[in-house]
């Protein structure tokens, strides 16, 4: 987990693990928010702790929190759940109830949050990946020219 405050450059990231989660979601939420400069670090604090809730309930593949480093007060979340019954869980537990709560007091300039369902999967590496390449880790590609 990387952390930084309002005056710093270096982005703000929570990540669950650094291994990759056996169950594919079939549920994806993903959540924009823009935080006014003054509730920055609240937000932060909101936004760890809500996370670390959902990452202990059964159901959450994963939930990733990132402030944009070009745009200091906007933050993404990405959240991957089992089903909707796992998230309906999540939605309607009191931590979760009380954060959101908590989160209502700051000054968010502007939120959006859009759920994706999945459908169906297909792996990556299965349609474009011979066996014996190695997948370069980085910021240029995840594919093998």
């Not at 537990?93 to 999945?118: C, N, T």
């Not at 792996?123 to 190695?134: G, N, P, Q, V």
């Amino acid at each position: 987990m990387a952390r930084t405050n309002a005056s710093d450059q270096t982005p703000f990231c929570i990540y669950r693990s650094s291994t990759m989660p056996n169950d594919a979601p079939t549920i994806i939420i993903y959540a924009t928010y823009r935080i006014e400069a003054h509730d920055m670090d609240e937000f932060r604090d909101v936004a760890t702790r809500m996370a670390e809730a959902a990452r202990s309930r059964d159901g959450c593949i994963f939930l990733d929190v990132a402030e944009e480093v070009g745009a200091p007060g906007t933050f993404r979340l990405i959240e991957g759940w089992r089903d909707q019954m796992a998230l309906d869980g999540h939605l309607s537990s009191k931590d979760f109830q009380a954060i959101l709560a908590e989160a209502g007091k700051l000054a968010i300039v502007d939120r959006r949050a859009d759920v994706y369902s999945i459908a169906s999967k297909t792996s990556l590496c299965t349609t474009r990946c011979a066996a014996s390449t190695a997948i370069p880790v980085g910021p240029r590609s995840i594919l093998s020219s």
